[in-house]
């Protein structure tokens, strides 16, 4: 029964870093940028979430709500005023300025919501765990709720990008921009709803951390990000299903490694996880073998 | 390539003008003999009877993860420097806070700092890994300390699994060290009968859990009991403990204890709570704080048991008073950082009382009178954290734990 | 090529440039400390900002002449404080003198932080881009995880390792425990000085503008440029990113001991993603491939923060803002624009295109 429980844990963790990761992939998919300001637009997400409950009074519904919306447009005006002006500019460039903005929003954060820690409720208490074989394996409310989350999620990408004109749009400029501005798409809104869908998902997956792991601080998404990019890149950076695997992989890994090798050493393994397949695989699980032109 | 050479030089040449500006400018500032700039905490109150004051240092991290411990540290102190200073008595003090941000480096700075600010005693540092490196930095200097929370053997020196670490004369503690803390809950709950089989789930990437878990395992065979599951977990990773959780479970623990802080220790609880065991909990000073947490469900901390110096829910005229007090300025309720930190301030009041140091004499010329009076054999202390709290020259304080268990929502003595 | 004839080349007098800024920066910094004119602030930063700028500039070695992202250097560091603490205190008898001590001690913290260097190098070599980034901060954490677990006593019988407890190392009595886990070591003897780290900033930036100006060097370069071209004419690709990786490590493990050495307490978590992410910024703020850059900017980032105590609450917002300023304001094509039109008033004779003039190199 450890056994399965362990494994519904891990596939629940995982399908939290893989809703992040999916907000890493597509944007670097297209804008070929590493967001690494995209582990704190989540605590942004937590915390307007918390707020709306809390100091608001909001059903949690629409709290949900609020802080999608707020997370988007966040995510908006961050790449309007910081993404968008170094297009042309060399990579590291744009990396520092992800850092710039990841250390701003977290400080700002600080500013406003102070540093102790907040205890976000558990917006799923009413639907009730499920308890199997008398109470042995209990899968929690949360979890359901997550992994079904992440299925509709990655079922809603799949046909946006490949039946709608906006996600095929999105598919096109991630291949190559140039044509794709031949053939008449507007480059820049196709960037900028990306960034957007991919800090919706942030807010959704901040919902969703904070209701597994009650603690909210300035600094609760700095390492779900980190874990969550190195999912995306595990999975293949750039593929939406990818992203999916890699994230339910590192998850899984995760809680293996603390439950049988050792709780001491569990961050180390899953890192040397990730070494060992890219090894194998240097593009990530799915992803695709890159060949040069000279 | 050749136009991102050309873009890389621009740059270059644009941050080498700012940054040799910046340089310059950085340095002019702080080449000035004594820095003027003090610090966002507000000085003392005015007196009217204008009194040399004693420049109290305060060193603890106001922003990043652990602002919690700082900020609370550094309101207590204020509190208590407000009190005195409103007495008009002979002995005023201005209270001097820098942030160090829980970092070994930046306390160093923070300390460096402050000596350019005429500090002359040190309340701090809060947390126990940037107080080791600073209290070798106030040993050499000669500078009196008492830290309110850095509670390591490592900070006052001394043997210790035979480390190298001679005793640092000048450093005393207002809290439990690690180890007293750990043989101590060890042998309350020997004593108390709280439990027989005993899971223990520990940071093991942080100083003070550690040390507490090693004291608490050594007393622990001496005693009897039976630690049936250890599990641990890290800064990065202590958010998700089913698989700890789920081991102490498995190997049927009755009382799990926890050395740990309270932000890990809720979530501790809720998984407990979604699992479906509900076993005895134990924890330490660090537990302190969990019903102040923003919509924590305390329903979930029922029945905790922790040994504290503070109860913030005592009815004693000093706690009250200090308890409202901290309300209306700061609007949290006080955990036992705050308290200790109040305590420290009217401690060193006594000793400057005691020794007859005035506020004219220079950090190392009061330094060895305050180290007689606090180690004097008559001098005991009565505060927030403890009665007839005395000294050792070992640093290391002598009080009494309190056992409190929570009970519908507040701390009540065991 | 009228540039040949004329004396030293363009690039020797660049490093000598840095030569001289770094000599006269440290003379003038030890007579205002001899004299009394620093605050206790600034002195105490100076083996610190030593130590950054050495991490600086052998980051850029990777970064700017290799051309590749590093994301776990602090791994490094870390590898080589820890080796440099533990030599220091196996040699407190045997070398009792604190200089030769530390020197020692720091060629033994970069011998160990090379070989790591090495070993993390050769899978990391096969990747590139993105994913070699984000290998190497799978390292770096890897590393701080491992430290994190190690314990390291030393008693008559010699040194005991292990990776569960102290209890765990077995030492006889009298044995002191030198790496005490995440508590990390305690009780160091401080041995760091100025003057080494001066010493130790020279020997960077020698070994380094060197290594530039060489064939090595030069070949790193090509390799950074274009890979498949390198390739195609004969460069060991492989080879030539490996040696700037290891030397890279083996500065970062030297500077790691002078860090390490100059506090009581030192504890694995320092050396996290952050430290490296701090270092970077230093790297490209200077200007990737600059060493003088990277020298400049590590002072000024390091004596930053604290110069700027005086607005605690928003420090780090500040400095998060300057950030994301510089980065915009040096891209924005216009302002770039009116830079060149106003270095250019500067210039008597028309620039050279950069092929043209001495071997391509980039500015010092």
Known sequence: MGFVSNLVNGISLGAVYAIIALGYTMVYGIAKMLNFAHGDIIMVGGYLCFCSISYLGLNPFVSVLVSIVGCTVLGIVIERLAYKPLREAPSLDVLITAIGVSYLLQNTALLIWGSNPKSFPNLFKSLGNI???????????????????????????????????????????????????????????????????????????????????????????????????????????????????????????????????????????????????????????????????? | MASMLNGNMSRRYFVKVLGAAGAIGATGALAACGSSSSSSSSTGSDSGSGAAKFKLGHIGPLTGAAAIYGNATQNGAQIAVDEINAEGGDIQFDLISEDDEHDPEKSVNAYHNLMDQGMQILVGTTTTTPCVAVSTETNNDRVFELTPSASSVNVIGGEDIGADNPRKDNVFQMCFTDPNQGTASAKYISEQQLGSKIAIIYNNADAYSTGIYNKFTDEAKDLGLEIVSTSTFTDDSATDFSVQVGDAKSSGADLVFLPIYYQPASLILTEANKQGFAPKFFGVDGMDGILTVEGFDTSLAEGVMLLTP????????????????????????????????????????ELIENSGVTADQAAADMCDALIAAITDSGYSHDGLTGEGMTWKDTGEVSKDPKGMIIENGAYVGM | MAGRSRGLSRTTVSNLVTYALVVIAFVVVQAMVSNRMLTYSLQGQLVPICAYIVMAVSLNLVVGLSGELSLGHAG?????????????????????????????????????????????????????????????????????????NLYVGIDDAGVHFSFSSAEALGMAQGGKVVINGPQGAVGITKLSTFVIGFVLVLLAVFVVLNLKGSRSGRAIMAV?????????????????????????????????????????????????????????????????????????????????????????????????????????????????????????????????????????????
């Open chain 1, 131 to 294: 308890r199997l074989f008398d109470g042995q394996l209990v899968i929690s409310s949360t979890a359901i709720v997550t992994i079904a989350t992440n299925i509709v999620i990655m079922l809603a990408l799949t046909w946006f990008t490949s039946k709608t004109r906006m996600g095929k749009a999105m598919r096109a400029c991630s291949e190559d921009k140039g044509a794709a501005q031949l053939m008449g798409i507007n480059v820049n809104s196709t960037i900028s709803l990306t960034f957007a869908i991919g800090s919706g998902l942030a807010a959704v997956a901040g919902v969703l951390l904070c209701s597994a792991y009650p603690t909210l601080m300035p600094t609760t998404g700095s390492m779900p990000g980190i874990k969550a990019f190195v999912a995306a890149v595990l999975g293949g950076i750039g593929s939406i299903p990818g992203a999916m695997v890699g994230g339910i992989l590192l998850g899984v890994a995760e809680i293996f490694a603390k439950a049988y090798i050792g709780t001491q050493f569990s961050d180390a393994i899953v890192f040397a996880l990730l070494i060992v397949v890219l090894l194998i695989k240097p593009t990530g699980i799915l992803g695709k073998p890159i060949s040069e032109k000279v």
């Open chain 2, 310 to 349: 503070f109860n913030a829910d005592a009815d004693d005229d000093l706690t009250k008073s200090f308890v409202s007090k901290y309300k209306d300025q700061y609007g949290d309720t006080p955990n036992q950082f705050a308290a200790d930190a109040y305590d420290c301030v009217y401690v060193i009041k």
């Open chain 3, 76 to 148: 490094f560091m870390s590898v080589g404080a820890f080796t440099g603490i533990v030599v220091a205190a196996s040699l407190a008898d045997a070398i009792p003198n604190p200089v030769l001590r530390l020197i020692v001690a720091m060629l033994f913290g970069g011998g160990f932080a090379a070989i790591a260097g090495f070993l993390i190098g050769i899978p990391v070599m096969r990747l590139h881009g993105d994913y070699l980034a984000i290998v190497t901060l799978a390292f770096g954490e890897i590393i701080k995880n491992l430290l994190n």
């Open chain 3, 224 to 364: 950074r440029d274009n890979r498949i071209a390198a390739e195609s004419v004969g460069i060991n690709t492989t080879k030539y990113r490996l040696m700037a990786f290891v030397l890279s490590a083996a500065l970062a493990g030297m500077a790691g001991v002078l860090y390490g050495m100059n506090y009581s307490s030192i504890v694995p978590k320092k050396f996290d993603f952050n430290t490296s992410i701090l270092i970077l910024v230093f790297v490209v703020l200077g200007g990737m491939g600059s060493i003088r850059g990277s020298i400049i900017s590590a002072t000024v980032l390091t004596i930053l923060p604290e110069a700027l105590r005086a607005v605690n609450d928003y420090r780090m917002l500040l400095y998060a803002i300057v950030l994301i300023l510089v980065m915009l304001v040096t891209n924005n094509p216009t302002l770039k624009q009116l830079w060149r039109r106003i270095k250019g008033s500067f210039r008597r004779t028309p620039k050279e295109p950069a092929v043209a003039s001495e071997g391509g190199d980039v500015d010092a």
